[in-house]
């Protein structure tokens, strides 16, 4: 993982950014000096320049304190839009009111709101494997 680039300075004393720089030895990359951003002091390598210890960071919050789930409508007030309405008809060319015949949005308010019944789940059965030589052999019982 990469180190921070901050630094305690021992030329000018403050705390700053580093700028790595590398360093070669003709065409070779041999290593890196860091130099310090505020006053520009220069480190041959990473193991002497002084980087800054990261302290624990003062936490604000603890664990103790989740955040509280935003409700926006209370619960008689979920589900009342057009788009739960058993009158809202869907069709590929708009959106209509079944008792008007308006054409609506799906989040919009009517005094007239009716609640869709919601389907029946029914658990359904994989459907039989067919027999690919049934057409040729018959449905596999014997006819004596």
């Known amino acids: 993982m990469a180190r921070p680039l901050e630094i ?20 070779q990359k041999r ?7 505020a ?13 800054a210890d990261r302290a ?4 604000v919050f603890t664990d103790a304190d989740p955040p509280e789930t935003v409700r926006v409508f209370k ?6 839009c057009c788009a739960w309405c058993a009158h809202f008809v869907v069709n590929p060319f708009g959106q209509r009111c079944g008792l008007t015949n308006r054409e609506t949005e799906a989040t919009g308010l009517c005094d007239r709101f009716e609640s869709r019944a919601e389907p029946a789940v029914q ?7 067919r027999d690919p030589l049934a057409g040729l052999f018959g ?6």
């Not at 624990?56 to 936490?59: C, G, H, S």
């Not at 619960?75 to 009342?80: P, V």
């Not at 658990?123 to 494997?129: D, G």
């Not at 449905?139 to 004596?144: F, S």
């Open 139 to 144: 449905d596999g019982t014997l006819n004596t």
């Open 31 to 37: 290593g890196e000096a860091f130099v310090c951003t």
């Open 75 to 80: 619960e008689s007030e979920r589900r009342r």
């Open 123 to 129: 658990p359904q059965t994989p459907p039989k494997p």
């Open 8 to 27: 305690c300075c021992t030329a000018c004393g403050r705390n700053a950014l580093a700028r790595a720089e590398p360093l070669y030895e003709g065409f």
């Open 56 to 59: 624990v960071a003062p936490r």
């Open 39 to 51: 006053c520009g002091h220069r480190y041959p390598s990473r193991e002497a320049t002084p980087f």
